[in-house]
């Protein structure tokens, strides 16, 4: 079955600097990969998504990320941070088998 | 269009009782997903079912079932509540499953087992 690593498990950064949350998966086939983003007591929302195609992706809230086949890689960025980022990220990957994998979240500190 | 609504919000079951959570997938979509989320454990898979069928399982012990009706509403069972089965339980929804776009997910359920 598919897994998928985050190696952070909390990042701080300061509002305004760039942000990059690292995820890392093991699939055997090409895989679908996802970012979701999650606040406190809430479900998790769908940030962008890869399933072919130019491999860097453009998602919502100012967020991009880079598949990389050879680093087996699909690292979320975003520029400048908002303090409103402030918030859990999970990142998953999801085969033919219709089941979605999640790794175990990098949770995000803005600093003012 | 309206989400996905997991009823109900909260809930405070006692250790031994059994409890039913519901889902109403997002109109028009035909799988439905359950996850288990602990802050030990993280997001993990339940199951899968997709027009009234269960296509996939995760690694739970068998007093977690579900099932889904012929509107795609799906509902989770867990019978025999333990103090570990207190989680938040996420509920998701897709088109026909993870190819057709990745899952919308609901707000959740939480359950406290005392």
């Known amino acids: 079955a598919q897994s998928v690593t985050q190696p952070d498990i909390h990042i701080t950064v300061s509002e305004g600097a760039s942000l990059e949350l690292r995820c890392n998966y093991s699939?055997?086939?090409?895989?679908?990969l996802f970012w979701y983003v999650q606040s406190p007591g809430q479900g998790l929302q769908l940030l962008l998504k890869y399933f072919s195609g130019d491999t860097l992706v453009q998602g919502i809230k100012g967020f991009e990320a880079e598949f990389k086949r050879s680093q087996s890689s699909f690292n979320l960025r975003k520029p400048s941070v908002h303090w409103s980022d402030a918030a859990e990220y999970f990142c998953?990957?999801?085969?033919?088998?219709?089941?979605?994998?999640f790794g175990a979240g990098t949770r995000l500190t803005v600093k003012p | 269009k309206a989400g996905v609504t997991q009823t109900p919000r909260y809930l405070i079951k006692t250790r031994g009782q059994q409890v039913t959570l519901s889902c109403s997938p997002i109109?028009?979509?035909?799988?439905v997903s359950w996850y288990q989320q602990t802050p030990g454990q993280g997001l993990q898979f339940l199951f899968e079912?997709?027009?009234?069928?269960?296509?996939n399982k995760g690694n739970f012990p068998g007093r977690f079932s579900g099932r889904q009706f012929s509107n795609s509403r799906s509902e989770m069972n867990v019978s025999t509540l333990e103090l570990g089965d207190s989680a938040l339980y996420l509920c998701a929804s897709s088109l026909e499953g993870t190819q057709t776009g990745g899952y919308t997910f609901g707000s959740g359920t939480r359950l406290t087992v005392v």
């Open positions: 699939y055997g086939a090409t895989p679908y």
């Open positions: 998953a990957v999801g085969s033919n088998n219709n089941d979605m994998r």
């Open positions: 109109s028009g979509h035909r799988s």
């Open positions: 079912y997709f027009s009234e069928t269960q296509r």
